[in-house]
């Protein structure tokens, strides 16, 4: 079943001189409206599509396209390239003894991929704490620190799988309603089922803070069905992180950076060293595409750093279509008047106003159950104030 979305994304150029820009936006596909046509396009051994262009100053880029919704990829055969691809060891998802002497202290005992993996799921999932955002990224600095983002979860998860043999990948994505709503998890690879999807860090929340989510627009799993099973409620930007960027990106120099006039702004470490997104990539590599990377122009070292969030990966939202969309708006809107009818029964205890308070939070109940989320929960609070919605019909009557 196919739950079609709609994204808008868009970068304005406010930095000085020519920001060069990566990303895995699908620009060449025929149903996209574009303001931009590539430069260049690659294709990676893991069969991301990159492109590459330019903004001058002060120039817009816009982009609308359509989506299905992730959904898994039963893809039965890798290519040697592929299963090299997604073995590989890098900056942030790292392949060594330390990571393959774990993973088999990990995996003691378990025989097959999906037992071994699975052992990996629960370790990650029960010895480390979700923290946004983390003071580095990457497996050796979760390790230490014990406590990341999502992105930490699926470097660390990736890691562990590609040091026993596990051809595993790192899902760069956003949740499939809203603004900026940026998400990060993995798929692993087995023969018999394809690429299985594992969220480390929502089954993590989901076990340790079950209440995260409750009035969020996720529909929410139990926290063991995140092995292997989603909400569909996601799409993917990129196929794992450290995607080699062409044409070749030109690091600054360290020391240019840190002595320029106004250093820029280091959010993270990689390897215990500050880096500067814009200005540097790991070993030629963008860290991820969320869903661009850039490089702009040296002579911003010469002005106050912009600390906003839209400079460093553009502003994108996704509306939902179909059922779903609707189901959404009624929610929004019956939740709104549920709050103003609320405030009136407590000034005015009418009981029409009550009656009109009792029904807007009714319809917002069951549009989170035509949404399947927290149904349980929700079909009871709908019972609940059906019969205080009925008693004050009564009253009227």
């Given amino acids: 079943m196919k739950n079609i979305v709609n994204i ?12 060069r820009i990566w990303t895995t936006l699908p620009m060449d596909h025929p149903d996209v409206t574009c303001t931009h046509s590539p430069e260049e396009k690659t294709i990676d051994d893991g069969n991301n599509e990159l492109f590459y262009f330019t903004l001058k100053e002060n120039e817009q880029f816009q982009m609308n396209y359509s989506i299905d919704t992730y959904k898994q990829n039963e893809q039965k055969m890798l290519t040697d390239k592929e299963k090299a691809f997604y073995l590989r060891s890098g900056t942030l998802v790292v392949v060594d003894e330390q990571m393959r002497n774990l993973a088999h202290e990990i995996t003691a005992g378990a025989v097959t991929t999906m037992e071994k ?5 629960n370790y990650t999932v029960t010895q480390y704490k979700y923290v946004y955002p983390p003071k580095g990224r990457g497996t050796k600095s979760f390790l230490q620190a014990k406590q990341g983002d999502c992105g930490e979860y699926s470097f660390l998860f990736s890691s562990l799988c590609r040091s026993i043999g596990i051809p595993c990948r790192t899902l760069i994505g956003s949740w499939a309603n809203g603004k900026m709503g940026a998400h990060v998890w993995n798929e692993l690879y087995d023969e018999q089922a394809g690429w299985v999807p594992v969220d480390c860090s929502l089954a993590s929340l989901q076990k340790k803070k079950k209440f995260q989510f409750l009035f969020s627009n996720i529909r929410t799993l139990k926290w063991t069905a995140y092995f292997g099973q989603l909400e569909g409620q996601r799409v993917v930007f990129s196929y794992d992180a450290e995607l080699y960027l062409s044409p070749k990106y030109n690091d600054l120099d360290k020391l240019t950076i840190v002595n320029s006039p106004y250093p820029p702004i280091a959010s993270f470490q990689i390897d215990g060293e500050p880096f500067y997104w814009g ?3 790991v070993d030629g590599c963008a860290p991820y595409l969320q869903p661009v990377y850039m490089q702009f122009d040296q002579e911003n070292l010469s002005l106050k750093p ?4 839209h400079n460093y990966l553009g502003k994108w939202k996704i509306t939902e279509t179909g059922a779903q969309g609707v189901f959404l708006k009624l929610k929004n809107w ?3 008047a549920f709050f103003v009818f609320f405030t009136l029964s407590l000034l005015l205890s009418s009981p029409l106003v009550s009656a009109l308070a009792a029904g807007s939070i009714i319809v917002t109940c069951i549009s989170y159950i035509a949404r399947k989320e927290r149904i349980l929960l929700f079909t009871f609070v709908t019972l609940y104030f059906l019969l205080f919605f009925m008693s004050n019909v009564i009253k009227l009557v």
Avoid at 10 to 15: A, C, G, K, L, T
Wanted: hydrophobic letters at 30%.
């Fill in 279 to 281: 200005y540097e990539a």
């Fill in 334 to 336: 019956s939740y709104a």
């Fill in 117 to 121: 993996a699975k052992a990996i799921f």
């Fill in 8 to 19: 808008a994304y868009s970068y304005h150029n406010s930095n000085k001189g020519i920001t």
């Fill in 306 to 309: 912009n600390k906003n969030e």
